[in-house]
């Protein structure tokens, strides 16, 4: 591996194709390093079967990985995303967790399709459904095969017209509650972080996250701009939480790839390291 010092750049929020992104785990590794990333962490939803082949990868190209996960939880209906960094992705018991979710995302992922259905609206997915029977589907899947077939021009067009949550063929996702979701993290050894806090728009939510033992938040992320960043910042400082940010890449499922365009440098992870030491004693 190469030297890592503090100024490196690392990205701490990345999807693969075992989730909602269109990059495997190998393409995730290979555009890190273009882009001059030497520390990834995968944050797939609800899955970390794409852990293993992406360290395999890594550890050819020199590229640290940090294995994570991206976790749905819900409180009185809000969504938030909570994501676990250092966890141990080989624990069975947290294997099965993830299992009912994405069984349990299945079942509403066909729930959405027969929705777009009552629109005139037929998708192929077969191939989705079968050529990964693991694998972890959403709502960006369907965006993307909306496209495809010309129902409509563009992603952002797909959730604007049909999936965005209050749009006619969504369907809730079900999900963990927060305290749950932080537990959960713990147990596996892992440190859990609010991502883009910027979409819960509450800080007092925040605080009760802190109180079920929530570890950080994500300050930076493409959507959180430099004013919202410096917000979530002082927000991080005054409550004594650990700071990360990453691109929450989804290859071109979001339009372009976004690996690269917020990137942090490696002293956050040594923070980051130095907090798992003290608190897994
Ligand atoms: P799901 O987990 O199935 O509810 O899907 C959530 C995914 O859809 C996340 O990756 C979101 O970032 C993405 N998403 C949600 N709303 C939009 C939108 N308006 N445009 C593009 N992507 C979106
Ligand atoms: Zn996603
Ligand atoms: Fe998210
Ligand atoms: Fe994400």
Request: glycine letters at 6%; a neutral charge; charged letters at 25%.
């Amino acid at each position: 591996m190469a030297k890592i010092d503090a100024q490196c750049k690392a990205d701490l929020h990345i999807h693969t194709t075992f989730s909602d992104s269109t990059l495997s785990p190998e393409d995730v590794v290979y555009n890190a390093k273009n882009k001059g990333i030497f520390c990834i962490a995968i944050t797939d939803h609800d899955t970390v079967d794409a852990i293993k082949p992406a360290q395999d990868i890594a550890e050819k190209e020199g590229i640290e990985l940090i294995p994570g996960v991206e976790l749905t939880a819900d409180l009185n209906g809000i969504e938030a995303h909570i994501l676990g960094y250092f966890i141990d992705p080989t624990i069975p018991w947290f294997q099965e967790m993830l299992l009912k979710l994405r069984i349990a995302r299945k079942r509403r992922f066909l729930k959405m399709l027969e929705k777009l259905q009552e629109f005139g609206i037929k998708l192929e997915v077969d191939s989705l459904l079968s050529e990964d029977k693991n694998r972890s589907l959403g709502r960006l899947h369907l965006a993307r095969e909306l496209k495809k077939k010309g129902y409509v021009k563009s992603i952002p067009e797909a959730f604007e017209r049909y999936l965005g949550e209050d749009k006619p063929c969504y369907v809730k996702k079900e999900a963990l509650s927060i305290k749950q979701a932080i537990t959960m993290i713990k147990q596996i050894g892992g440190i859990s972080v609010l991502a883009h806090p910027f979409l819960l728009g509450n800080d007092d939510l925040i605080i009760n996250f802190i109180k079920e033992g929530l570890d950080g938040i994500e300050v930076y992320h493409p959507e959180q701009n430099s004013i919202l960043s410096r917000h979530y910042l002082e927000f991080a400082y005054k409550h004594n939480l650990v700071i990360t940010g990453g691109s929450d890449c989804h290859g071109e499922g979001k339009a372009k790839v976004l690996i690269g365009t917020v990137k942090i440098t490696y002293d956050l992870v040594l923070q980051l390291k130095k907090y798992r030491n003290v608190t897994a004693t």
